[in-house]
């Protein structure tokens, strides 16, 4: 079995799809797409970032769900195996809910604008932040973020030792500091200010409430893996009320891939820029064909590779 992931915030750069452009046209038409229901030219933001924009929130969200969905077009255009299911990382849950035609992307493109931008007002500038703590469990995290006076939670279950918190910055700070004091002294202060997936969100999603609602929604045509419950919504009223608990609840990555595991997937391809999914299915799952397929090569490399053991799995 086929899952494909689609990854979000973070994996961002400049110059992402150069490569795969140059060699696939459906690429630029795909960002076109998504530029009109943005209102930004997002191929111009993803390659040049003349604005310095393209790390901040509000357009960073457009262009990755861009990404993501070039990809996966690209991936199907040569002929590349259809997955049994779709999982998106965070923002990435937009793209896998394009790539299963439960949403248009120019729709889609417009949401996460305003989502992006929506997060970014709803916390002044340096007054929230996010960290990936690293070699702990979800039970010593839970149990230093609930003693400290402040809003800070576990923001993304990414894998076995790899938990982001998130919340007002004073109260990191400190959770940071009382994990250190348990031992735990592995941590990355992240270069974000918008403490995703925390209750400083709550009132975002009741602002994009409107906004998803508004948009032409169809039943997925490929089963999604929702972040918020880490199961398969089929029901789009059931898509769109997860959408939202999304903005303000943690992202259960790593409870996502167990169960795909469980199910019988041990296939992933990463259709977009970079390779932190990549990572992050193989330190769940050791066993785990986990592929990235944002440069030619990769796609390339796996598309023959599995449809060369597709035929194996078959004689």
Same mark, same amino acid.
């Given at each position: 079995?086929?899952?494909?992931?689609?990854?979000?915030?973070?994996?961002?750069?400049?110059?992402?799809?150069?490569?795969?452009?140059?060699?696939?046209?459906?690429?630029?038409?795909?960002?076109?797409?998504?530029?009109?229901?943005?209102?930004?030219?997002?191929?111009?933001?993803?390659?040049?970032?003349?604005?310095?924009?393209?790390?901040?929130?509000?357009?960073?969200?457009?262009?990755?769900?861009?990404?993501?969905?070039?990809?996966?077009?690209?991936?199907?255009?040569?002929?590349?195996?259809?997955?049994?299911?779709?999982?998106?990382?965070?923002?990435?849950?937009?793209?896998?809910?394009?790539?299963?035609?439960?949403?248009?992307?120019?729709?889609?493109?417009?949401?996460?604008?305003?989502?992006?931008?929506?997060?970014?007002?709803?916390?002044?500038?340096?007054?929230?932040?996010?960290?990936?703590?690293?070699?702990?469990?979800?039970?010593?995290?839970?149990?230093?973020?609930?003693?400290?006076?402040?809003?800070?939670?576990?923001?993304?279950?990414?894998?076995?030792?790899? &938990?982001?918190?998130?919340?007002? !910055?004073? /109260?990191?700070?400190?959770?940071? *500091?009382?994990? $250190? +004091? #348990?031992?735990?002294? =592995?941590?990355?202060?992240?270069?974000?200010?918008?403490?995703?997936?925390?209750?400083?969100?709550?009132?975002?999603?009741?602002?994009?409430?409107?906004?998803?609602?508004?948009?032409?929604?169809?039943?997925?045509?490929?089963?999604?893996?929702?972040?918020?419950?880490?199961?398969?919504?089929?029901?789009?009223?059931?898509?769109?009320?997860?959408?939202?608990?999304?903005?303000?609840?943690?992202?259960?990555?790593?409870?996502?891939?167990?169960?795909?595991?469980?199910?019988?997937?041990?296939?992933?391809?990463?259709?977009?820029?970079?390779?932190?999914?990549?990572?992050?299915?193989?330190? &769940?799952?050791?066993?785990?064909? !986990?592929? /990235?397929?944002?440069?030619?090569? *990769?796609?390339? $490399? +796996? #598309?023959?590779?599995? =449809?060369?053991?597709?035929?194996?799995?078959?004689?």
């Amino acid at each position: 079995m086929l899952t494909m992931i689609f990854p979000g915030q973070g994996s961002q750069s400049r110059g992402m799809l150069a490569a795969m452009a140059a060699r696939h046209a459906s690429v630029r038409q795909t960002f076109a797409e998504a530029s009109e229901g943005a209102g930004i030219d997002l191929w111009s933001l993803a390659q040049d970032d003349p604005e310095g924009q393209l790390n901040q929130t509000e357009f960073t969200q457009p262009a990755l769900l861009a990404s993501d969905v070039a990809v996966w077009r690209v991936w199907l255009e040569t002929d590349g195996a259809r997955p049994d299911a779709l999982a998106g990382h965070s923002l990435g849950e937009y793209a896998a809910l394009v790539a299963a035609q439960a949403l248009e992307l120019a729709d889609a493109a417009r949401l996460v604008r305003a989502r992006g931008r929506l997060m970014q007002a709803a916390v002044p500038a340096g007054s929230g932040a996010m960290a990936a703590v690293l070699g702990t469990d979800m039970e010593t995290i839970t149990s230093v973020c609930a003693a400290i006076d402040g809003t800070v939670v576990a923001a993304n279950d990414n894998a076995p030792g790899q &938990i982001v918190i998130g919340g007002a !910055a004073a /109260a990191v700070e400190r959770a940071l *500091e009382a994990l $250190a +004091a #348990r031992g735990v002294r =592995k941590a990355i202060r992240l270069p974000v200010s918008v403490p995703s997936h925390t209750p400083l969100m709550r009132a975002v999603a009741d602002d994009l409430q409107a906004a998803i609602d508004a948009c032409p929604w169809k039943p997925p045509s490929i089963p999604v893996w929702q972040n918020e419950s880490a199961r398969v919504e089929a029901d789009v009223e059931a898509i769109r009320r997860t959408l939202l608990a999304q903005i303000y609840l943690p992202v259960r990555w790593r409870e996502t891939i167990e169960a795909l595991v469980a199910a019988g997937c041990l296939r992933f391809g990463e259709a977009g820029p970079g390779k932190v999914l990549t990572g992050l299915v193989k330190r &769940i799952h050791r066993e785990a064909d !986990a592929r /990235a397929l944002g440069e030619p090569d *990769e796609l390339d $490399a +796996a #598309r023959n590779d599995w =449809k060369r053991t597709a035929g194996e799995d078959h004689q």
